[in-house]
């Protein structure tokens, strides 16, 4: 089955606790990226990558960083974790950047206290 | 600036009736539109997507409309159901590379009994 793996699923954490949010697909699509979604705010995109080893900045990149060393595998890291962090962060997968369907993961809900 | 802009922001119906999901954007160069459900805590499911020669696309219960010229998109729900209670995100994909897709911030739909 076509899917977008994220875990874990919920976390709360405390300010400053360095964590990764895992993202994994089996669809063997180049382009993929972390979105968070706020109340009233909509998607928004952190990061993304057009493929191994070639990852950039979306609209709201700060306090995140990202790897991409394998092309199924996209984790979202978080050094410093603070309570602005707090939110539901989705993972997506394509095959290209924006001319095919986007798939997305069910969603990390992360809590920072 | 790119936009994606959503109306109403949401919405309540009773079961059995239809009702249409409104989308304007002003997004340049246009790639296609596509339609998103997502449940709550839940990761968007594809609905529909458009490319710029198509004016109409369904699935099943669920009919989308694309008006290039004037840069409009609808979605129809036809004979709606307890299950269709969800946000409607609408997405417009640009053809740049990097961050393509511009959403909207949804339409939520209760459907009641």
């Known amino acids: 089955e076509a899917q977008v793996t994220q875990n874990p699923r919920y976390l709360i954490t405390v300010t400053g606790k360095k964590l990764t949010v895992t993202c994994s697909q089996n669809m063997n699509h180049e382009y993929m990226s972390w979105y968070r979604q706020d109340p009233g705010l909509g998607l928004r995109q952190i990061y993304y990558s057009m493929n191994v080893e070639v990852t950039d900045k979306g609209d709201v990149p700060e306090g995140y960083k990202v790897s991409r060393k394998e092309k199924r595998n996209f984790p979202l890291i978080l050094e410093s974790p603070s309570p602005n962090q707090t939110s539901l962060y989705f993972c997506?997968?394509?095959?290209?950047?924006?001319?095919?369907?986007?798939?997305f993961g069910q969603g990390t809900r992360l809590t920072v206290v | 600036k790119n936009q994606v802009e959503q109306s109403p922001q949401s919405l309540i119906i009773l079961e059995g009736k239809n009702c249409t999901l409104q989308?304007?954007?002003?997004?340049?160069?246009?790639?296609?539109l596509r339609w998103y459900k997502q449940d709550t805590g839940r990761g968007p499911v594809s609905l529909t997507i458009m490319t710029f020669s198509e004016n109409t696309k369904s699935n099943g219960r669920y009919t989308a409309t694309l008006d290039a010229d004037t840069k409009q998109s609808s979605l129809h729900i036809t004979a709606s159901q307890l299950s269709d209670s969800a946000s409607y995100i609408c997405?417009?994909?640009?053809?740049?590379?990097?961050?393509?897709?511009?959403f909207g911030k949804g339409t939520t739909l209760s459907v009641s009994s």
């Open positions: 997506a997968s394509s095959y290209s950047s924006g001319g095919t369907e986007a798939f």
């Open positions: 989308c304007n954007y002003t997004v340049s160069p246009f790639s296609n």
């Open positions: 997405v417009v994909s640009a053809h740049q590379a990097g961050t393509a897709l511009i």
